[in-house]
């Protein structure tokens, strides 16, 4: 019986230090890793600043007196900030469209002029500036665009200038109304879109 006993106390012994050796084991172990891979995207985007101020008003722009009664009168060019404008992408054009200063609603009668044309400019995205040249002839005149060769932010001026009529005649009485789009993007984009 003593035997037997003994054979107790050592399988005892054994099933108390057989967790100590797997813990032993363990620690002496090398440290395990495992990579975990992150995958993420930028899209390209352009952000065009808000016009400010959103719209022109340029009041009376005819003479009211003197020799030029009732003809355009000198109107001094006007300017349009478009703070905060950017595109995080190389190639992106600017491109600005614009209806000649027309008088709304009615017809214009013979010897008078119903329409102003007019240039805009915005020179500080590419090498060139965008710009545009209406013209009484035409609804909606296209102009030459500017692209940028690196991505870039900027506060943009448009400039609205040069307002002549096609003739010296006197202005047609009314409402004049144009619209001048600025659009910004890839260049490719701008062709399609017949900007």
């Not at 050592?10 to 440290?31: N, S």
């Not at 001094?76 to 905060?84: D, F, R, T």
């Not at 690196?150 to 943009?156: G, N």
């Amino acid at each position: 019986m003593i035997l037997h006993r003994t054979c107790l106390v050592g399988l005892a012994a054994t099933a108390l230090l057989a967790p100590l050796a797997g813990a032993t084991g363990a620690w002496a172990q090398d440290p395990v890793r495992g990579t975990v891979g992150l995958d993420a995207q930028v899209a390209q985007v352009c952000v065009l600043g808000a016009p400010s101020p959103g719209a022109l008003a340029l009041g009376q722009i005819s003479e009211s007196s003197g020799a030029r009664v009732g003809r355009l009168a000198t109107i001094a060019n006007q300017s349009i900030q478009l703070p905060g404008t950017f595109c995080n992408y190389a190639g992106a054009a600017l491109a600005i469209s614009a209806s000649p200063l027309a008088v709304t609603g009615t017809t214009t009668q013979a010897g008078f002029v119903g329409s102003v044309d007019y240039t805009c400019t915005i020179s500080a995205w590419g090498a060139t500036s965008a710009t545009v040249r209406t013209s009484a002839g035409s609804t909606s005149g296209q102009g030459a665009p500017s692209t940028s060769s690196a991505p870039k932010e900027t506060d943009l001026t448009l400039v609205v200038s040069d307002f002549a009529t096609a003739s010296d005649s006197q202005l047609q009485p009314g409402s004049y109304l144009a619209l001048v789009t600025i659009t910004l993007g890839p260049d490719a984009g701008l062709a399609a879109s017949g900007s």
